[in-house]
């Protein structure tokens, strides 16, 4: 075959290299528009896999790369005059000009043709090429050309950074922050040779202007940097070498996704996309040198599997794109995150979290280093942690306590760890009424380890149930129900009960879950209402009518009451349901609230009613018991509720005195289209607590202790709701600490007999994978 690279970063040299390794026949050259042996760009670091990868498929180049390699497992942090330190992590750096000099030579070496020097304008100019690889770079001009068939999405993050380099070495993959007077400046540090280190400066667009950095030259942001990073700088000079750029030299960061990979030219010839040309990846993590050689792997393990010859390009091209896309979207995620919690973290993290927290959440930042990771790489550092934090919630002792299993007081109420069995409806009362299965249901999740059950959504009236399945809190016998609940709990366990109420609005009287969900009754229905006329399945739906002022009022005397009531029965928490397109919920989200009157409009408004029964409420509930709200933070939907929206949200009911803040989304209009993974919704409660001010409770695919002690390390949330795991396993609390290896919980004494069996069985098991 005839390969033309366009490019000649990493992707296009290890491509033609790898490629004429498979067969030395191929005609291959390699196109780059620099001169020989020059480059532009300090260092570049990737991890211990991706040279195991290498190593696989090109050992030559590979050992040569490693020789060249500084290697280091630590990361440092530099924040609020402390140093933190953790190990185990695993980076190598190299300068991209070696890295490039060692690719290029070994092409060389290989017989792969290196052309410098030449503007390659179009695909176009090479008619007679089997494949052409368009590794041109983020502007990619064959990508630009043929735009319509690619269909790039590009995104323009909003930080602003310069890429600088100094000659003062570090020992650690560092991290600097420095608080100005306009707001916070980060700095990415890592040395990639013996006289080298990269240095890369950040910060949000509004500090870079208030710093007036935008009308800066580059001698003047170098001056500025070295100023501001002075303590680490230790007296030596940042430097740069993007005098080819104009301006400061500041970029913003540009994410690319490409719907194609590649297509057909005129000329017959493949044309694909690779590296940055195709995907980009954000410095946070590290990883756009890592995708441009993992894509030149993988075009070359399918070449190698279906053929590499031309007639099988577009199978194999085919094959390369499915493959490759999963996983860099997967890293791309990652990258995502990471960049993110660099892009907020001034507003965010910098003033609210103490350093020992703010090293956690900076370590975890990708959501792919996990607690029980950081374990493995560092269980001294992450111990040490775990003391700190335990300490914080009173716990003292030799012994570090995982998060999740560390007390937490809200008023008069101590819950013994941070796991909250999450309300889930059962549709198994009777007209209102709850009997044996909830005592049997609730008190076995009691039973099970969790330091707060929820009953599900408890309505205020007979027509604020979803189904007639639902439970009530409206009738002398619906509370004597609920004490027999509450009672037998107390007197058998340790755990806390909450009672979630609320009105199911304009998503009420409908049929039990498992004979159609959101259905119409068959028969039977009762008239629903709403904040404004709405039908939620169009079509299918019941048509709610908008409430009348008579209406809130009777609503909310009902909220009185039944708050009333849960209190009569001891529960020790009461939340207020404002969430999931149900009543309350429905004067908050626009695309449930079309009011033209003070209830509707502004968000300012359309709180008014939630906010007033939640006063009233608050006023009915005892003064030493916790109050808590669940929210929708994002509608999922154009138009509707986002999370900017919920920090506000927060605030307001905050304001009128809430505990906390349960943070859920959607399932306010049929079309939303949310984005599902596991922790999904965390970040909406880590937001909230961290700009809003108050503590929050994550929930979603919360599904492990690995889970649910990353978030509350992190500081993203301080409770954890586990819905589904608890259907499936009652004692899922108990059975997670036995996994961790975490044995100073305790049991029920009627099951003592079986904790030390888990205990052995969850130690066994992880003992023998090791050994495999």
Not at 143 to 148: F, K, S, V
Not at 151 to 173: C, E, M, Q, S
Not at 366 to 381: A, T, V
Request: proline share 4%; charged share 25%; aromatic share 10%.
């Amino acid at each position: 075959m005839k390969i033309v690279c366009i490019g000649g970063g990493p992707a296009g040299l290890y491509l033609g290299l790898l490629m004429k390794k498979l067969d030395p026949s191929h005609d291959i050259t390699v196109v780059e528009r620099n001169r020989a042996y020059d480059t532009f760009g300090w260092g570049v670091v990737f991890s211990d896999a991706t040279m195991d990868n290498m190593r696989q498929w090109d050992r030559e180049s590979a050992d040569e790369i490693q020789e060249a390699f500084n290697h280091w497992d630590d990361i440092e942090l530099l924040f609020k005059g402390r140093t933190i330190r953790s190990g185990g992590h695993g980076f190598v750096g190299i300068g991209r000009k070696k890295l490039l000099n060692i690719l290029q030579a070994r092409c060389e070496a290989l017989g792969v043709k290196l052309v410098f020097e030449t503007e390659a304008e179009s695909d176009l100019d090479y008619p007679d090429a089997d494949l052409i690889i368009a590794s041109d770079g983020i502007n990619s001009r064959i990508r630009g050309r043929y735009e319509d068939v690619f269909k790039p999405d590009i995104v323009t993050r909003p930080n602003r950074y310069i890429w600088l380099g100094t000659h003062r070495l570090y020992d650690a993959f560092t991290f600097d922050f420095q608080r100005t007077e306009h707001g916070w400046f980060q700095a990415h540090i890592y040395k990639f040779d013996a006289e080298t280190t990269t240095f890369i400066v950040e910060c949000p667009e509004h500090v870079w202007l208030a710093h007036g950095l935008d009308r800066a030259d580059q001698a003047q942001s170098i001056a500025f940097c070295e100023d501001l990073f002075k303590d680490t700088l230790q007296g030596h000079t940042l430097m740069t070498n993007a005098r080819h750029l104009r301006g400061s030299a500041w970029l913003n960061f540009q994410r690319v996704v490409c719907e194609q990979w590649w297509l057909k030219n005129r000329n017959g010839s493949h044309v694909v996309l690779m590296g940055d040309a195709v995907h980009t990846a954000h410095f946070a993590i590290g990883s756009g040198t890592k995708l441009a050689f993992e894509d030149a792997i993988e075009l070359t393990r399918q070449f190698q599997r279906l053929g590499d010859t031309a007639d099988r390009i577009p199978a194999v091209l085919e094959a390369y794109q499915e493959l490759r896309r999963v996983e860099t979207l997967r890293l791309q995620n990652a990258a995502w995150n990471a960049m993110e919690w660099f892009e907020v973290c001034g507003k965010r993290y910098c003033d609210q979290l103490e350093p020992e927290q703010f090293m956690y959440s900076m370590l975890t930042r990708s959501q792919r280093i996990s607690h029980e990771n950081l374990r493995l790489r560092d269980k001294g550092w992450l111990e040490g942690y775990e003391r700190w934090f335990s300490e914080r919630a009173g716990v003292a002792g030799p012994t570090p306590t995982p998060p999740m299993f560390t007390p937490y007081t809200v008023r008069g109420v101590t819950l013994k760890n941070r796991v909250v069995v999450s309300p889930m409806a059962q549709y198994s009362a009777q007209d209102g009424l709850v009997g044996d299965y909830h005592l049997v249901h609730l008190g076995a999740r009691a039973m099970g380890g969790a330091g707060l059950v929820f009953a599900e959504m408890t309505c205020v009236s007979p027509e604020g149930r979803i189904t007639p399945g639902c439970p009530g809190l409206y009738r002398p016998e619906h509370t004597e129900g609920f004490r027999r609940i509450a009672d037998w709990i107390h007197s058998h366990t340790d755990a806390k009960f909450a009672i979630q109420i609320g009105h199911a609005g304009a998503k009420a009287s409908t049929r039990l879950a498992w004979e159609g969900i959101d259905q119409p009754l068959a028969s039977g229905n009762w008239p629903i209402m709403s904040a404004s006329e709405q039908q939620y399945l169009e079509g299918v739906s019941q048509v709610s009518r908008a409430m009348t002022r008579a209406d809130m009022d009777r609503v909310r005397d009902q909220f009185v009451a039944t708050t009333q009531a849960a209190a009569q029965a001891g529960a020790d928490w009461l939340e207020l349901h404002c969430a999931h397109g149900y009543l309350l919920s429905s004067f908050i989200s626009p695309l449930t609230n079309h009011r033209d009157d003070d209830y509707g409009g502004s968000l300012e408004n359309r709180l008014r009613y939630p906010l007033e029964v939640f006063a009233a409420v608050r006023a009915a509930w005892p003064a030493d018991k916790p109050m808590s709200v669940r929210i929708s933070a994002h509608d999922w939907v154009e138009g509707g509720i986002t999370p900017d929206d919920a920090v506000e949200i927060a605030r307001a009911f905050k304001a009128a005195g809430a505990d906390m803040i349960d943070c859920s989304s959607g399932q306010v209009s049929k079309k939303e289209r949310p984005v599902f993974g596991r922790m999904f919704q965390t970040p909406f409660a880590d937001r909230i607590r961290q700009e809003a001010g108050i503590p929050t409770i994550a929930v979603g695919a919360i599904s492990e202790a690995d889970h649910a002690n990353s978030i509350l390390a992190a500081g993203r949330a301080d409770l954890c709701a586990v819905a589904r795991p608890h259907l499936a396993n009652p004692a899922w609390t108990l059975t997670e600490a036995a996994k961790i290896g975490y044995v100073a919980v305790d049991w029920p004494r009627q099951y003592r007999s079986g904790k030390a069996q888990m205990e052995a069985n969850f130690a066994r098991e992880k003992a023998l994978s090791g050994k495999a």
